[in-house]
């Protein structure tokens, strides 16, 4: 009997590596798949939904909590709801946010009486931003505290190895060792604007539960020991001399990674559905320095002052300031701008140059940003963004040099 599963990868990467333009670049593949995406976005504001290309595939987004705490909720009910359709999906897609740890992701589909017999982990790919990367490998983390970016590595098991126009061939070099003695196994793809042949990423069933359990052989006990206090203890397969944590002198971490979750409630699908418990008991615990800030609001951009502002704000804090991005409505045009900034990368865009659609007449213009990273201070974010609001003066400006154009 042919084999009825349908295959589903889980896309992770850090903050800012690529994830979203590798989806593009799926979504417009010729593989004739008809592809479900889930994607999952840190921050206050949703973004992503904005900035992945409209396709014939479907969208559904989770953007209430962090995928791998509600991974028992959210993402259960909207694979369920997948796959009850009548009109089935070829293969599933999850993007994770840069900041969650795949493994509770991936323990999913062993662990679910109902989606093992109907789905199949594929792939676990997490895609590398080769020139940001090791600052991430090497940002050591208070005690108890889950480096998201080599466990994202660690549980790979296709690496795509991105943005490398950005690094000279000996950087690169050196980031492919650091993978390595990560990971050792994985196979490591090199790709520009995460451009892959997708036959080498896609229905190979790549993913290999031998490997993870030697790795963490706590993986698949997750739901009779842990589902209640999502406890995951993840070993790491490392060389100390490479690794962060060890030369830090914590020698214990890559035997027993606890995670204690601290997070604000506001942002917990759990905490808001009223489960006061989990928080207590969460022993995963991401960086609570790491913060996300988000800003909405009405009104036309002055594109010189916003263009200054972000600029001068990440060549000084965008050690700190891993990510930021945003939809923008500009003064005196009706073509819609998105930035994207990578710590001090910053990259500006717009339906001019066929990226989405301008506003639409009668649409309700609107900004969104969304600024994460360490010790983010709110309010000068906040008052630095309206700083950059078009005055009567250069709106008129604006109005006068787009009509002339
Ligand atoms: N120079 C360069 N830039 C790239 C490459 N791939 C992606 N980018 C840019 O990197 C930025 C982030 O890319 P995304 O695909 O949005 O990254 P992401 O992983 O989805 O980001 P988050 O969802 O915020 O974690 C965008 O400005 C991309 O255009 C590449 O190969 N080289």
């Not at 953007?63 to 259960?76: A, Q, S």
Request: glycine share 6%; charged share 30%.
């Amino acid at each position: 009997m042919a084999d009825k599963k349908v295959n589903v990868s889980v896309i992770t990467g850090f903050l800012g590596a690529g994830k979203t333009t590798l989806i593009n670049h799926i979504l417009t593949g010729d593989h004739g798949l008809k592809i479900a995406i889930i994607e999952n976005e840190y921050g206050q504001v949703g973004i992503d939904d904005a900035l992945v290309l409209d396709t014939r595939e479907e969208i559904f987004e989770m953007n209430n909590g962090c995928i791998c705490c509600t991974v028992r909720g959210d993402l259960i009910r909207i694979l369920t709801k997948l796959l009850k359709r009548k009109n089935r999906f070829d293969h599933i897609m999850i993007e994770t946010t840069g900041l969650a740890d795949p493994a509770p992701v991936a323990q999913t589909f062993f662990v679910d009486e109902d989606l093992k017999h109907s789905l199949r982990l594929d792939s676990i790919l997490t895609v590398v931003d080769a020139k940001h990367i090791l600052l991430h490998l090497d940002d050591v983390k208070p005690d108890g505290i889950v480096n998201e970016s080599i466990q994202q590595v660690a549980f790979a098991d296709k690496i795509l190895l991105n943005k490398i126009d950005l690094v000279s061939e000996a950087e690169k070099k050196e980031v492919i060792r650091r993978i390595k003695a990560i990971n050792r196994t994985s196979e490591i793809i090199e790709c520009e604007q995460a451009k892959v042949d997708l036959q080498k990423i896609m229905g190979l069933c790549s993913f290999d539960l031998e490997k993870i359990l030697s790795m963490d052989p706590e993986f698949l006990k997750v739901e009779e020991e842990h589902s209640h206090d999502h406890h995951h203890h993840h070993d790491h397969a490392h060389d100390h001399a490479d690794c962060a944590e060890c030369a830090e002198g914590d020698h214990e971490h890559h035997h027993k990674h606890e995670h204690a979750h601290e997070h604000e409630h506001d942002d917990c699908a759990q905490c808001v559905a009223g489960d006061k418990e989990h928080d207590h008991k969460h022993k995963h615990q991401h960086d609570t320095r790491v913060t996300s800030v988000g800003i909405e609001c009405d009104g036309a951009l002055d594109m010189h002052k916003l263009n200054e502002w972000l600029s001068t704000l990440l060549n000084e804090k965008g050690a700190d300031i891993y990510r930021s991005k945003g939809i923008l409505n500009v003064a005196g045009t009706d073509h819609k701008y998105v930035f994207h900034g990578v710590h001090m990368m910053l990259q500006f865009g717009s339906s001019e140059e066929g990226l989405g659609k301008p506003w639409q007449p009668g649409q309700k213009r609107f900004n969104r940003v969304v600024f994460i990273g360490k010790d983010l201070n709110q309010q000068e974010l906040r008052d630095g963004f309206s700083s950059c609001m078009a005055d009567a003066s250069s709106i008129e400006e604006a109005a006068a040099a787009s009509a002339g154009a």
